[in-house]
Each structure stands twice: as C-alpha cells, then as structure tokens.
C-alpha cells in the first residue's frame, strides 16, 4: 500500500476518533503502535515500553475527544503520538529515576525516524497461522492464550489451559522459537520486517 | 544470571498485562526490574514480535496492547 494512502486511511481513523468512534480508534492504534514503538528503541533500557505506549495511546484518545485541538497534515496524528511517546517515556525516566540508563543528550537530539503507518500485513498473517497450527500442542496452548488472552495476568491465562505459570512462560519460550524457524523456512524473518 | 532465567522474565514483561496503582497509574512489569540492560533490549525485540503475531492471529487485526487500552478508554 502507498504511504499518502495510509497516510489518508490514518487520518480518516483519527478523525472519527473525534466523535467518540471507539472502533475507528482501534483502528488508528493499529496502524501506530509498530512505528510509535519503533520510535522508543532507544529509551528499552530506561523504561518500560509496554507502558509509555499504554499511557501514549489513552493520552491520544483524550487529544482526539478534544475539540480545542485540531492536528493537520499528513501523518500529523502519528507524529503528535510520537512526541506525547517521546514525553512519557521522560517522565517514566525520571519517576523511576532511570537517566542513568540512557545517554540523555541523545536521546534530546534523535530524529523523528520513520513515520509512516503500519497496516497489518494479510500475506505474514497468514503465513503466522501457518505456522502456529504445526507447533506441538502444549507450546501451541500456552502461545495461543497469551495471543489471545495477553491483556489479562499469566496466572489466568497459565489456569485457563491447565499449567502452573512458570511451565506456561517455558512453553511460550518454546513456541516462538519454533514458530520463527517456521516462519524462516518460508522467507519470514520477522527481525527484518519490523527493522 | 542465567539464559534460561532471563528468558523466562523477558517472556514474562512480553505480555501486555500492566497492574494499575491506586490512582490509575500504569505499572512496569515485576519482570522489567530484574532484567539487566541487554535483556531489556531483547525484551524490547521480542514485544514488537509478540505484537505484530497477535496483530496477525487476532479476528480483527488488534494487538493486546490495542485491546489493553480499549478496554480502558471512558
């Protein structure tokens, strides 16, 4: 897909995010979060990333409810996510008191890197499903239900296909080794893709 | 600290389940902590895959952290 249409399709969420469209929103995360946590690569050390793009993305839900704020231009949405990212992920530097982590004067001056918008891709999805159905059954069960029931705490997820959490966490470790050599074996390197 | 250990906590702060404080505050991982720095960034790795197979396997093309944050929008 061309970038200006993505660029277009982004937008067209953002805006009717506006009126409290709470699909059109997902949609508009969907198309960030991959470039909004490329963006962070070099704060990993310093942060969790997992929650700067928690708080990142609840905060541009409050942007788009806004109607004293208005972002215009290409991308202009995915650029703002990236500097309120940017901003979280200082102020969970210094809560935690992590700057020691990280060399600050670049992080002050890095670009904004690659800003285009992440579709999801139909041809790896299918490729990933592939892949996941030969995996042996118990990796399959743990990777399934962290895939599908990732927002929730591992105990429930471990509970939910009978294995103590330690043994869940073992078979995940399993599985996604398995699944990449799958995934390699037909041209996949998922490495590549999100470089 | 060893490999196996390490994984075990890198694949633990892969998910993207956060506990909440008190006051609504979003918390890093127990497992975050005990990383050293080169485990982060291999922790950092392994979320962008995590997220672009959940993205891949789920009926609407939505990661769980897409669905973590939904589930908190008022």
Redesign the interface.
């Known amino acids: 897909m061309a970038n200006e249409l993505r660029a277009d399709l982004l937008e067209a969420a953002f805006r009717l995010a506006r009126s409290g469209d709470?699909e059109a929103?997902?949609e508009w995360?969907?198309m960030v979060?991959?470039p909004l946590?490329?963006s962070l690569?070099r704060f990993?050390?310093a942060?969790?990333?997992?929650?700067v793009?928690?708080?990142t993305?609840?905060r541009m839900?409050l942007v788009a409810r806004d109607p004293q704020r208005s972002l215009e231009g290409a991308g202009a949405s995915l650029k703002f996510a990236i500097r309120v990212g940017r901003n979280v992920a200082f102020e969970?530097m210094r809560r935690?008191r992590q700057e020691r982590?990280v060399d600050l004067t670049t992080l002050d001056s890095l670009p904004e890197g690659r800003v285009e918008p992440d579709?999801?891709?139909p041809a790896?999805?299918r490729a990933?499903?592939e892949c996941?159905e030969r995996l042996p059954e118990q990796p399959r069960k743990a990777l399934?239900a962290?895939?599908?029931?990732?927002?929730?705490?591992?105990r429930e997820n471990a509970a939910g296909v009978g294995m103590k959490v330690?043994t869940f966490?073992?078979n995940?470790?399993r599985a996604?080794r398995l699944?990449?050599q799958c995934l390699e074996r037909r041209g996949v390197h998922?490495?590549e893709?999100?470089s | 600290m060893s490999e196996d250990l390490k994984d075990l906590l890198i694949e633990e702060a892969a998910s993207a389940f956060r506990e909440r404080d008190s006051r609504g505050r979003i918390l890093p991982s127990p497992a975050w902590w005990d990383l050293p720095a080169e485990g982060r960034d291999a922790l950092f790795t392994r979320q962008l895959e995590g997220r672009l197979i959940e993205r891949a396997l789920d009926p609407k093309g939505l990661s769980q952290t897409v669905r973590a944050v939904l589930s908190r929008l008022r």
């Open positions: 709470r929103f997902a995360m969907g979060e991959i946590r490329r690569s990993a050390r942060v969790d990333v997992e929650v793009i928690q708080e993305l609840l839900w969970e935690y982590m579709p999801p891709d790896l999805a990933i499903k996941m399934s962290r895939v599908h029931g990732g927002s929730l705490p591992d330690n966490l073992q995940i470790v996604r699944l990449a998922l490495g893709i999100l």
